[in-house]
T-cell receptor, first 113, second 112 residues
Framework: GDSVTQMEGPVTLSEEAFLTINCTYT??????LFWYVQYPGEGLQLLLK?????DKGSNKGFEATYRKETTSFHLEKGSVQVSDSAVYFC????????????FGTGTRLKVLA | DTAVSQTPKYLVTQMGNDKSIKCEQN?????MYWYKQDSKKFLKIMFS???????INETVPNRFSPKSPDKAHLNLHINSLELGDSAVYFC???????????FGPGTRLTVL
């Protein structure tokens, strides 16, 4: 079945450091890929998405590129801020499957001032 | 003007009790969901309704019963609560089955 694998956290960085959170997936067909962010005590919010191979999603300085050849959708940001501290979830939705979101296990990011 | 709202935000109850969590969305979406998030932040789909029709029903104890009185509401009723039911429950909605989901703020359920 479809699956999403995220790097284990927590990830601790200093402010202005470069961020990469790895995400790889297994799916048949052509899934859509998403990154969601969960700030403390809140629900998940969509951060960015990509619906086909080579698409790049971007928002708030975060980027991720849908790489079909490596089945990856790594999240990157050039300069993190303390306010980026949150849990980040990679997810896929396979419209040729069961229409269920498959979420990764989440990666906690902590940014220190 | 909250998009997806849940009540209550916190729910503390004794084992064996029955409780309900309510969810409402004002986005005009057709599809709504319930998720359970455990203490390690793992997120698991429980149910999904599309236009009031149940379309996803994961392997969830039948003590859990969703009810969708209309497209804007999806409630979750839990009978005979157990310690293992303690978690944060999230409601979400999406325009249809293939678009991004909008999440509510969550309901933290604690069973004592």
């Amino acid at each position: 079945g479809d699956s999403v694998t995220q790097m284990e956290g927590p990830v601790t960085l200093s402010e202005e450091a470069f961020l990469t959170i790895n995400c790889t997936y297994t799916a048949t067909g052509y899934p859509s890929l998403f990154w969601y962010v969960q700030y403390p005590g809140e629900g998940l919010q969509l951060l960015l998405k990509a619906t086909k191979a080579d698409d790049k999603g971007s928002n708030k300085g975060f980027e991720a590129t849908y790489r079909k050849e490596t089945t990856s959708f790594h999240l990157e940001k050039g300069s993190v801020q303390v306010s980026d501290s949150a849990v980040y979830f990679c997810a896929l939705l396979n419209p040729s499957g069961t229409y269920k979101y498959i979420f990764g296990t989440g990666t906690r990011l902590k940014v220190l001032a | 003007d909250t998009a997806v709202s849940q009540t209550p935000k916190y729910l503390v109850t004794q084992m064996g009790n029955d409780k309900s969590i309510k969810c409402e969305q004002n986005l005009g979406h057709d599809t709504m969901y319930w998720y359970k998030q455990d203490s390690k932040k793992f997120l698991k789909i429980m149910f999904s309704y599309n236009n009031k029709e149940l379309i996803i029903n994961e392997t969830v104890p039948n003590r859990f019963s969703p009810k969708s009185p209309d497209k804007a509401h999806l409630n979750l009723h839990i009978n005979s609560l157990e310690l293992g039911d303690s978690a944060v429950y999230f409601c979400a909605s999406s325009q249809d089955r293939v678009n991004e989901q909008f999440f509510g703020p969550g309901t933290r359920l604690t069973v004592l």
